[in-house]
């Protein structure tokens, strides 16, 4: 195709009726306060990792809400485990188990 | 030959349990690795048999460090263990002496008061009736004491004693039993034929008077022996196992055997070396604090005996060491629980390529604030202040954010994973070349100590800041303000740094007593090592805590620890301050440059 020197986007629509949430229903039957989450960021705002990398744990508990899971493996990998964002959590997140059990879900449904 | 049909429950019941022992003993040895196999055999020959026998006696028989803990509990176990190994002991002297040979089967000084009726013709006769008869009082008077702690625990001084499954409680009353019936059976051999010693014979003479002793007695010996039968067999299955291992947990320790991070033999020997004491339950205050009371240590070893061990269990665990301080066999609670979460937890997913390879500028002191610190600024500038006025040349390693020390996700059981970053650390402190690491995180602290083999000086700010203050680098003036210190558990317990704080501290304040300090201090809540029901557990706890702290109302509390500092401050009305802090604010230069500059604002506003 001719580049043109811009794209048209890929289609971004998702069907929540049809999308996999068994990762995300998984991490919530463990750790239920996964349900508390507002998505406010003040998590990534201090991570470590996100010092070096794009790392995002407020958009990866989003994707994986939404069942867009594919990337989830490689982005998860990154997490250090130091706990900070547990601590900044305004909504009380147990985001280490929470991370925890994402890596283990992963195991069992993707 | 001297038998009785009677005899056949015991000689079996101990013909069983020495083969069982044995298998056992011999499975541990042969899965350590040669190395280890090879110290267990030089071990043996070598005079550290000697301290193994001495520690065998001190703690295996008499308890002592039971009886440190809690001196009724420590009767109770010594009067068992003690009593009874004399019993055997002198029954065996007493009826080896009367038959004048040593080939007697073991029944024959077991039952010895059976066989022979007459008074004894041997040297000491009396004495040793009355030893038998002394030592037969002294294991009842435990029995009696442990009986009490089944129906009431506060007796003998415990909030709670150990919860038994069925299992437990048969081979509990199998031992229970044991005792009584040789009372009965010996004193009423002593009343048919007037032998005995203080107890028995008065006993004996008094059943004497109305019961029919000759059939009786009988039925009391068949008691006896089957009894100690049941016990017999019961023992490599239950609780009682203890009894053999601790001794072989003991020589381990002494011809120092290797410990692995990983569930291996020294941990199995551990495991079946846990005599469910109870000790540890109350220590823990996932318990007493926030009421979650199936994780203790007495129970997680179990489930491990068990193999059926519940992620749950493994889990909810504060790794605060606090039941491991006061375990009086000694058991490493800390790293079992760890070893166990690797089982569940040592998946190899993480990817840390991203992390970025510098080439440090070289130094002779590196500063480590950690993540945690980072997450207290407080803490952060007010070390930077300090190394900042002494003057001495340093590099802050992880100014622009750390790379995480590894430990959170070892505590998790990810020492897989943890091994990648600590990689990745180790790499700049060694290329920095410095021969100081100075670190403001105790979580830090013990696993660059423990885990990275650096062979340099790695030392907590609060260390370095009494070394500091040591060589006139800094001075302190006191303001005399009253402060409750709060030890960390992996500053404190951890690494045995409890002195360098409190010198610290007594220069900038008034340190005041606190009745929970050094190894028995309290766990502030906040531990990383423990996912399970955090926020609701942590709560709890830090609350309790504070007020503790806060008991004989001081200015403020001082911790060393910006996890501690973080838990803390959540709940008290107080102000909660790393040591860091106080001392950068109390330091000479800095009062004189405050004041300096106090003054010049003065003049400023007086000349406008
Ligand atoms: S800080 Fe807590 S509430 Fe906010 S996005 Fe992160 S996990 Fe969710
Ligand atoms: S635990 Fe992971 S997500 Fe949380 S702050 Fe640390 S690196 Fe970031
Ligand atoms: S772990 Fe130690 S303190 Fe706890 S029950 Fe076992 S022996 Fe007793
Ligand atoms: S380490 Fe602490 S939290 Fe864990 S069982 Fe022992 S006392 Fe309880």
Redesign the interface.
């Known amino acids: 195709m001719v580049d043109f020197g811009y794209k048209i986007q890929a289609d971004r629509q998702i069907n929540l009726d049809i999308t996999n949430k068994a990762l995300a229903n998984f991490v919530k039957k463990h750790e239920n306060?996964f349900n508390t989450c507002i998505g406010c960021g003040t998590c990534t705002a201090?991570c470590?990792?996100a010092?070096?990398?794009d790392?995002n744990f407020r958009r990866l508990q989003l994707f994986i809400r939404r069942g867009e899971t594919a990337n989830v493996?490689?982005e998860?990998?990154?997490?250090?485990?130091?706990?900070?964002c547990?601590?900044?959590c305004p909504r009380?997140v147990?985001t280490?188990?929470v991370i925890?059990m994402i890596?283990?879900g992963?195991?069992a449904h993707v | 030959m001297n038998f009785a049909w009677f005899v056949l429950p015991f000689s079996l019941g101990l013909f069983l349990l020495f083969i069982l022992v044995i298998f056992k003993i011999s499975f541990w040895v042969r899965q350590l690795p040669l190395r280890d196999r090879l110290l267990l055999n030089r071990g043996i020959f070598s005079f550290k048999i000697f301290k193994v026998i001495k520690e065998v006696i001190m703690e295996s028989l008499l308890h002592r460090r039971i009886f440190k803990i809690n001196p009724v509990l420590g009767f109770m176990h010594m009067s068992f263990a003690f009593g009874w190994f004399m019993l055997i002991l002198v029954g065996n002297m007493e009826s080896r002496l009367y038959a004048g040979t040593e080939l007697n089967l073991p029944y024959y000084a077991i039952f010895f008061k059976y066989f022979v009726h007459q008074p004894l013709t041997i040297p000491f006769a009396e004495g040793f009736t009355f030893i038998m008869d002394f030592f037969l009082v002294l294991v009842l008077s435990g029995l009696l004491i442990a009986l009490s702690k089944r129906i009431y625990s506060r007796v003998v001084g415990m909030k709670r004693t150990t919860k038994l499954k069925p299992f437990d409680v048969f081979a509990m009353l199998s031992l229970w039993f044991i005792f009584p019936f040789r009372l009965l059976a010996e004193s009423m051999a002593a009343g048919m034929y007037h032998t005995g010693g203080f107890l028995t014979q008065p006993l004996g003479n008094f059943f004497a008077g109305f019961l029919p002793l000759g059939p009786l007695s009988y039925a009391m010996w068949w008691a006896y022996s089957i009894a100690l039968g049941v016990f017999f067999v019961s023992l490599p299955y239950s609780r009682y196992m203890h009894i053999p291992t601790e001794i072989v947990l003991i020589a381990f320790r002494h011809f120092g055997i290797r410990r692995t991070k990983e569930y291996d033999m020294f941990k199995d020997v551990e495991v079946f070396s846990c005599s469910r004491c109870g000790i540890c339950i109350d220590k823990c205050q996932l318990n007493t604090m926030a009421q979650v009371n199936t994780i203790q240590s007495a129970y997680f070893i179990k489930s491990i005996r068990k193999k059926n061990q519940q992620e749950a269990v493994v889990q909810n665990c504060l790794v605060c060491g606090r039941c491991q301080e006061f375990c009086p066999v000694g058991i490493k609670t800390d790293d079992l629980r760890l070893s166990q979460r690797m089982i569940f937890?040592n998946?190899e997913?993480?990817?840390?390529h991203?992390?970025?390879q510098d080439v440090p500028v070289k130094t002779d002191i590196l500063y480590f604030a950690g993540?945690?610190t980072?997450?207290t600024p407080s803490i952060k500038k007010a070390m930077l202040n300090i190394l900042n006025s002494s003057g001495i040349s340093y590099r802050f390693m992880d100014e622009?954010?750390?790379?995480?020390c590894g430990r959170?996700?070892m505590l998790?059981g990810?020492n897989k994973?943890a091994l990648k970053?600590m990689q990745t650390n180790k790499d700049i402190i060694r290329s920095s070349e410095a021969h100081t690491l100075v670190t403001s995180c105790p979580i830090c602290l013990r696993v660059f100590r423990e885990d990275y083999n650096l062979n340099i000086n790695v030392v907590h700010h609060t260390q370095f800041i009494e070394s500091m203050i040591a060589e006139g680098k800094i001075s302190l003036e006191n303001s005399g303000a009253k402060i409750s210190y709060h030890d960390p558990c992996e500053l404190g317990r951890g690494l045995g740094i409890y002195d360098e704080p409190r010198n610290v501290l007594s220069q900038t304040g008034v340190l005041l007593k606190n009745s929970l300090e050094r190894k028995s201090s309290l766990c502030c809540g906040?531990s990383?090592a423990n996912?399970?029901n955090?926020?609701l557990n942590k709560d709890k706890i830090s609350q309790q805590v504070v007020a503790h702290l806060s008991a004989k109302e001081p200015d403020m509390i001082a911790t060393a620890c910006p996890?501690c500092k973080?838990s803390l401050v959540k709940y008290a009305d107080i102000r909660v301050a790393d040591i860091a802090e106080l001392v950068s604010e109390q330091m000479v230069s800095n009062k004189a440059d405050a004041s300096r500059a106090e003054k010049k604002f003065n003049v400023e506003s007086v000349e406008a």
């Open positions: 306060s201090t470590s990792t010092k070096f990398t790392f493996k490689a998860i990998a990154k997490c250090m485990l130091c706990g900070k547990q601590l900044a009380g147990n280490r188990n925890m890596k283990k992963l195991e | 937890e998946r997913i993480a990817d840390f991203y992390l970025p993540c945690m980072h997450l622009d954010g750390s790379i995480c959170p996700l998790s990810n994973d970053l906040g990383i996912n399970q955090y926020n996890l973080k």
